[in-house]
């Protein structure tokens, strides 16, 4: 508790957790404020029906059941940065600008990824409207108040884009992180209420709700283990002589985390599972008996539950390892350490050195992607064997609120530590 403390004793960094508080504060607010026009009284039972739809819900903090102004929340800005990050793939000036140019090169990648966000936020504003109103949520609404939603709502999303921004600046935490964060913690007494309901009434067994905390329980022990867990790679320095002096010849190590990629692999997965029924009800405009075709294959497809928790699972891998492809790059490493004079004992330095941290990277990275996965569908089997569709959120919202609250803490004590300060064990 008194090292905890001394987080409020440090002029600057009680500022910044003040400043994040606040931008949290407002984001909740915005999320309370409805779309003009609307009645959210009747969203619940989609919501409740749709299990994409209630994924959304919650990491929006609720925004989407209040049919709120940012209903859209971060998910716009996820997909502008999946398809920019892609496009590194395809076009060698996007990946020499996000990998060789620095901070400024890296700066100009996150502001093209800005600008994409605001079509696609359109683009998903306009599908949610004609997703709600199919459902007959919204009155059809004329063509200047489906205009004016969808300017509201895609303003909105940048603004919860700007806030991120905002926080993350303060360098405790991931801003988008932060917020998918607070919308599933904002939830969660909300959860636990309703549990308590179906529990006085008979709906849920005792024993179920102990099966839920148990597997809680475990999931947050296997979020710690595996976020924590890391393979050290030994790397010696070469003695250099320079003047009169002797440098190097010391020991340190490389260390590889386990899963390279946090909770990004989910949020990508989860963006990727909506796209279609965004496109189904854009299509609308080219013609409105397509899309209702395209909405019914969408919904019966992904009402599978089968197909749904293999989809999901087989993204959240190859979303793992996409994102620590592009986030660690073997070549590059190696490059580091053939520069610093470092070498991988019994490894040739360059090609080699390449080789050995990229079958490495790729093995551990293997455990990593399966337990993602795991943990993502884990709410389906959890289902699947209970019947109980009120615990089918826990898994993947339990493994972003305890990787995001590591992740926070880490950054936090680096701040502690820079001060001079005891961070935590």
Known sequence: MERFLQIFKIKDLRKKVFIVGGLLVVYRILAAIPVPGVDSSKIKDILSSNQLLGFFNVFSGGALSNLSIIMLSVAPYIT???????LTMIFPNLKAMYYEEGSAGRAKFNRLSRYITVPLAAVQAYGFINILTSQGLISPLSPFDLIRNVII???????????????????????ISFIIFAG?????????QQLVLNWNSGTIRIDLILLFLAVAILVIGGVV????GERRIPVSYAKRVRGNKLYGGASSYLPLKVNQAGVIPIIFAISILLFPQFIAQFATIISPSLAVKLNVIVTQFFNNQLIYGIIYFLLVVVFTYFYT?????????????????????????GESTTDYLGKVINRI?????????????????????????SLSV????LLIVVAVALDTARQINSQLIMREYEGFN
Do not use: H, Y
């Open 394 to 397: 826990g898994g993947t919202a």
């Open 153 to 175: 709502i895609t303003a909105g999303s940048l603004v919860v884009m700007w806030i991120g921004e905002l926080i993350s600046e303060q360098k405790i935490g991931n801003g």
């Open 325 to 349: 492809a592009v986030t660690f790059d073997p070549k590059e490493i190696s490059k580091n350490l053939q520069r610093a004079g470092g070498f991988i004992a019994g490894i040739r330095p």
């Open 80 to 86: 502008s940065t999946i398809i920019m990050q892609l």
């Open 365 to 389: 990275t293997f455990s990593g992607a399966l337990f993602l996965g795991i943990i993502a569908i884990l709410p389906n089997i959890t289902q699947a064997f209970t019947g109980v569709s």
């Open 184 to 192: 599933i913690v904002s939830s969660l007494p909300r959860e636990a």
């Open 225 to 228: 283990f595996i976020q924590e």
